[in-house]
């Protein structure tokens, strides 16, 4: 049956030793056991995220014939990879193993209506520790516009809210993180760049008072770590950049949204999915600098329209201060990136790609420290 198959791989993976695993997941997609596959070709997605536990994401497509019929196919294989021994920890935000349990335990199959994920056809052990995810290719738009953030917002929202009024149970699994952004600062701060001696001779009042700023956020970290554990808990994605949410037309052309890469799953407190969207959105460059205030306004309150669609009547202080604390945190990592490129143009005077990541950099941390006074003004009420 594999004999005459036209076969052109372009990512130099052994694919040719997968035909077996590649007819069952076109047997999946097409609900037939009858398929003879004609063709196909591997296609490096060009995988660039610096996720230590990726090895690659490839595109595997090509012709089938069902009872005579020639028809397309396309299948999407991430490849997981062991990485340094915290990430084989349950724990840890990256547990590397997490997206393959993810697709196995079968929990996305289970979620509220408001999102949809990937269908996963296989997940497959390697010899040599690698683990190849087969799933369901799905053809999407990116959000851009405020108005396709606020859409997203919303569904979150829903989402999140599925778990505040039992209408979903929290999944219990030990391999979903359940202190997401406590990993996340910890491994930041190991990994950003020691800035101090830079920062101690730079006189700038600006300089000094962002650093100050920073210092103080450390030394406040466990504390506001601690207090997001007490928000009403909710499962989260936690990894919402633009190119994990898809904007999916249905045969009566309304949008559904579709997430992709569920490595970061975790039970979170109620306002941190959108924190992580708000965020990693700014500082992917997603979000036009011009617009920060504007989509955090839409975000927020788009949000709260998924809470309230799910019946959700809580104090909404709780919401605010999940998101504009989990915001804040990212300076974490934000500000030892904003002196370190700080540091490079003084190399490189005329590196406009440096000069525009820290001129966004140095809006972002000013939106953390916003946020971060904002949080503590709540944190002060909440706990009247």
Same mark, same amino acid.
């Given at each position: 049956?594999?004999?005459?198959?036209?076969?052109?791989?372009?990512?130099?993976?052994?694919?040719?030793?997968? !035909?077996?695993?590649?007819?069952?997941?076109?047997?999946?997609?097409?609900?037939?056991?009858?398929?003879?596959?004609?063709?196909?070709?591997?296609?490096?997605?060009?995988?660039?995220?610096?996720?230590?536990?990726?090895?690659?994401?490839?595109?595997?497509?090509?012709?089938?014939?069902?009872?005579?019929?020639l028809?397309?196919?396309?299948?999407?294989l991430?490849?997981?990879?062991?990485?340094?021994?915290?990430?084989?920890?349950p724990?840890?935000?990256?547990?590397?193993?997490?997206?393959?349990?993810?697709?196995?335990?079968?929990?996305?199959?289970e979620?509220?209506?408001s999102?949809?994920?990937?269908?996963?056809?296989?997940?497959?052990?390697?010899?040599?520790?690698?683990?190849?995810?087969?799933?369901?290719?799905?053809?999407?738009?990116?959000?851009?516009?405020?108005?396709?953030?606020?859409?997203?917002?919303?569904?979150?929202?829903?989402?999140?809210?599925?778990y505040?009024?039992?209408? %979903?149970?929290?999944?219990?699994?030990?391999?979903?993180?359940?202190?997401?952004?406590?990993?996340?600062?910890?491994?930041?701060?190991?990994?950003?760049?020691? !800035?101090?001696?830079?920062?101690?001779?730079?006189?700038?009042?600006?300089?000094?008072?962002?650093?100050?700023?920073? %210092?103080?956020?450390?030394?406040?970290?466990?504390?506001?770590?601690?207090?997001?554990q007490?928000?009403?808990?909710?499962?989260?994605?936690?990894?919402?950049?633009? !190119?994990?949410?898809?904007?999916?037309?249905?045969?009566?052309?309304?949008?559904?949204?579709?997430?992709?890469?569920?490595?970061?799953?975790?039970?979170?407190?109620i306002?941190?999915?959108?924190?992580?969207?708000?965020?990693?959105?700014m500082?992917?460059?997603?979000?036009?600098?011009?617009?920060?205030?504007?989509?955090q306004?839409?975000?927020?309150?788009?949000?709260?329209?998924?809470?309230?669609?799910?019946?959700?009547?809580?104090?909404?202080?709780?919401?605010?201060?999940?998101?504009?604390?989990?915001?804040?945190?990212?300076?974490?990592?934000?500000?030892?990136?904003?002196?370190?490129?700080?540091?490079?143009?003084?190399?490189?005077?005329?590196?406009?790609?440096?000069?525009?990541?820290?001129?966004?950099?140095?809006?972002?941390?000013?939106?953390?420290?916003? !946020?971060?006074?904002?949080?503590?003004?709540?944190?002060?009420?909440?706990h009247?």
């Amino acid at each position: 049956m594999c004999s005459n198959i036209t076969l052109e791989n372009n990512a130099g993976i052994p694919i040719e030793d997968k !035909m077996d695993q590649i007819l069952t997941c076109i047997k999946a997609i097409y609900g037939s056991p009858d398929v003879e596959l004609v063709s196909v070709t591997c296609d490096d997605m060009g995988y660039k995220t610096p996720n230590f536990t990726t090895s690659g994401i490839f595109r595997l497509h090509g012709m089938v014939k069902i009872k005579s019929e020639l028809k397309q196919w396309c299948v999407i294989l991430k490849i997981i990879k062991p990485d340094t021994a915290e990430k084989d920890n349950p724990e840890h935000h990256n547990f590397w193993r997490r997206e393959a349990l993810v697709f196995e335990s079968g929990l996305l199959k289970e979620l509220p209506e408001s999102i949809c994920a990937a269908e996963s056809f296989l997940v497959e052990e390697q010899q040599d520790g690698e683990i190849w995810i087969w799933m369901e290719f799905v053809k999407g738009e990116y959000a851009n516009t405020v108005e396709q953030f606020a859409y997203i917002a919303r569904q979150i929202g829903r989402f999140n809210g599925s778990y505040l009024k039992t209408k %979903q149970m929290l999944p219990n699994q030990e391999w979903i993180c359940r202190a997401w952004l406590k990993s996340w600062t910890t491994a930041s701060r190991m990994y950003a760049p020691n !800035m101090e001696e830079y920062v101690s001779r730079i006189s700038t009042d600006h300089v000094q008072r962002t650093w100050a700023w920073y %210092q103080e956020l450390l030394n406040n970290l466990d504390s506001a770590l601690n207090s997001l554990q007490r928000l009403p808990r909710v499962l989260a994605h936690q990894d919402l950049s633009q !190119m994990n949410m898809l904007l999916v037309k249905n045969e009566a052309n309304k949008t559904r949204l579709v997430l992709i890469d569920w490595q970061f799953m975790s039970i979170s407190g109620i306002g941190e999915d959108l924190g992580k969207l708000y965020g990693v959105n700014m500082s992917l460059g997603i979000i036009p600098p011009d617009q920060y205030k504007w989509f955090q306004t839409s975000l927020y309150n788009a949000y709260l329209e998924g809470l309230r669609d799910m019946d959700w009547r809580g104090d909404v202080d709780l919401v605010r201060y999940g998101f504009c604390l989990s915001t804040a945190l990212r300076s974490v990592w934000e500000v030892p990136q904003y002196f370190s490129i700080m540091a490079q143009l003084e190399k490189e005077p005329t590196n406009d790609k440096l000069r525009e990541r820290l001129n966004r950099l140095h809006l972002i941390i000013a939106i953390h420290k916003k !946020m971060a006074e904002e949080a503590n003004s709540l944190q002060l009420q909440l706990h009247k």
